[in-house]
């Protein structure tokens, strides 16, 4: 399990497969989150496979993109063109496009009472 040096960027649940570039690979790191699970109220942990030299900035969306049940209804329409869509889970994708539906539903309400 390998990533390209430059995918510095790389912060997902999934396994990341072996990725050459022609250029130097690494071996991601792990960081696991505990949390408390919102529906069943037991302690859960999840991890995420990143690049040695990730940001913290990219870990902690991607952690309330998975984690945080309302993250999708707070972005703007513009906002989910920049999604990370390739790391992240089936879940948060389908909380992804309800909210997304939901958005452009309301938007269509608008536009037709206008």
């Known amino acids: ?3 390209s040096s430059g995918r510095i ?7 990341p497969t072996d990725e050459y570039d022609g250029g130097d690979s690494v ?4 960081v ?11 302690q ?3 991890s995420f496979y990143v690049h040695p030299k ?9 952690i309330k993109i998975e ?13 989910f063109t920049s999604l990370p869509v390739a790391n992240m889970s089936k879940n948060a994708l389908l909380r992804m496009n309800q909210a997304l539906l939901a958005r452009l539903m309301a938007t269509q ?5 206008a």
């Open 27 to 30: 071996s991601p790191a792990t």
């Open 9 to 15: 960027d790389y912060c997902s649940t999934k396994v």
């Open 109 to 113: 309400e608008t536009n037709d009472t």
């Open 67 to 79: 984690l945080d049940l309302d993250f999708f209804k707070t972005l703007d329409l513009s906002e």
């Open 54 to 62: 990730l940001s913290a900035a990219i870990l902690e969306r991607m």
């Open 32 to 42: 696991t989150v505990s949390y408390v699970d919102p529906i069943t109220h037991r």
């Open 1 to 3: 399990m390998h990533l």
């Open 44 to 46: 859960e942990r999840l």
